[in-house]
């Protein structure tokens, strides 16, 4: 099965690409969508606060983007994570 996540694409953009042990995210904050930074830190907080460093890397660029490198075996906490803070809208298997 394969987990699929929604956001609202009128709020932020996000891409995500592979590679061999790592998942990145790329995500985009559109226009005056300012609310959503204080969730974007709280996902941060959650990943840094644990005790496995190398479990997502977040990267902060100016134009509110952002980048996440998440480990594989990170990839679910990672997008229930979103979940929880209200960045994607809705989860599901697939």
Known sequence: MKLV???????????????EEDIEFTLGLLDD????VPRLKAVRRHFEDNE????ALFYSFPDHRYSAIVRRDYYT????????????T???WV
């Open 33 to 36: 969508h300012e609310d959503m």
């Open 90 to 92: 809705r989860v599901e």
């Open 5 to 19: 996540y929604h956001y609202d694409p009128r709020i932020l953009t996000m891409e995500e690409s592979a590679n």
């Open 77 to 88: 906490d990672f997008v229930l994570q979103l979940m929880k803070h209200r960045i994607v």
């Open 52 to 55: 496995v460093y190398t479990d």
